[in-house]
């Protein structure tokens, strides 16, 4: 099938993209976790500090503290059996959500600290240690890559977030194009929030010569690339959106100046199958030159019917940040229903809206992540608020009431399977946005750009979550067509990206112990 019937399927008809006969092989599975052999390692502070210390140098301790809130594997897991299973089931997790705990993304640097080789790093996860890819400092070759909108010589550090599509590709299949892209903007919502905490300054470049950088970290773009770059400051008056310098340069031009690496990494899995339309919609998203690239200038429609209801004035919510991100899961079928007041939905609404306004090559700053990106929520039990639907407009603090009614057999109707229990959970949030997943601008790279945003956007709301003591599930499982009618979407010109059922729960029965100091 051609791209733009896949990603279609790949939205809508989700059964057509995977084949009938698919089976998972569990005893072949990749590790969640990319291993290089033979390579200098540096290892980093073991400790996970509960405050950050914001120094106005920042040292290889503070980037240690940055990787280990962002993407060390923070925990064992051991669920028991079940009446759904008769096995037990150990997973490495993270502070991140990730589809299956597969964790497809990897994480890459230049490190150009003081007294530390300048150089590209792998981000050994699972031994919380840099292995050294490529030492030399690569300044003008990364700014280029960049299209010169960004003077790295004012930044300490820049991480690249990659997507390794073997990782969950043997599980999901071709729908794992979107779980990578999700996926993806869960860890950057996370490293914005790390960052933030830090003191650091920092800007998600989506749009970067993408086989030049590939080059730089020595990747095979036939298993791995990367979908965004986060370079790390502390100047606060750093220019991050410069005019593109040199329009005609090109990736074969920018990669004939560095020699091609060719480290050896351990899969585990022996058996490789192939994905041909992830390396098809990879190779159509490349961008060649900076000759094309656009300014995001559109918004999400918005409706103008329907009452305004104001919620309770809240201030930013204060929590220890390392409590939240420990207690962060998604609880499935253990959701048990308490009466919930609108101003625990305050503080939800009011830390994801401050989210949005994040530094992004998208819009350069003129545009809320919430004009690309809409909320709506369907309630049950919310003390003071009629059960129905809302949403949330961020430009004023207001709740829009779409309709009223009781909709949790709606909503599990609408699952594809039964792995939530709808009826025990106040808020169900559906995040939204345009059906045409910004292809008039970006082309393909749309598609896996929005996704990265709902990450984002979502990744605050579920650490707001944790924070108050609840715990949201995201998902991606549901019948969309079916919540683009149920939610009012479709009028409107946008589509269902993610559903986030939010409430409390009861603890799982699991063995769970943490791996960090």
Known sequence: MNLDEFLYKLHYETDQITPPDWQVNWEDAPLPYKLYEGLPVIHLDS??????????KPTLTDLSHFLSYSYRITQVSQTFPSMETSES??????????????????LYLYVRLEDFPTGIYHYDAAHHRLVCL??????SYLERSLGERCDITSCFAAVFVSTFFWKNFFKYNNFSYRLQSLDAGFLIGQMLEVGKRNGFETCVYYHFLD????????????EESVYAIMPLAKDQNMKWFDTIADQSLTTEQLSSELKS???????RSK?????????NLNSACKLRSFSSINVYNED????????VLTLPLVEPLTYPFNTACEKRYSPGLDFALKPLTTEPLAYLLNETAATSFYRNDLDQNKKSLTSRISIRFATNSVVGLQNGMYEMDSSCFQLKQIKLGDFRTALQDGLLSDFVNMPQIPLSFNISGSKDHYRKMFGYRGHRIQHMEVGILSHKLLLAASALHMNGHPILGFDVPYYDELFNLQQMG????????????RPHPRLQGHLHS
């Open 89 to 106: 089931w150990t997973t490495y997790r993270r502070f991140v959500p990730s589809g299956g705990a597969l964790y497809p993304n990897e």
């Open 271 to 279: 058996e490789i199958r192939p994905y041909h339309m992830l390396l």
């Open 300 to 307: 999400v429609q918005k409706d103008v019917d329907g009452p």
């Open 47 to 56: 400790g996970l500090p509960v405050s950050f210390s914001q120094k106005n």
């Open 494 to 505: 946008r589509t269902s990206l993610l559903q986030i059922p939010i409430g409390y729960y």
């Open 261 to 267: 690496l060719h480290h050896k990494h351990y899969v």
């Open 134 to 139: 490529r030492e030399g400092n690569f300044d």
């Open 211 to 222: 086989s030049a950088i590939n080059h730089l970290l020595g990747l095979n773009e036939s």
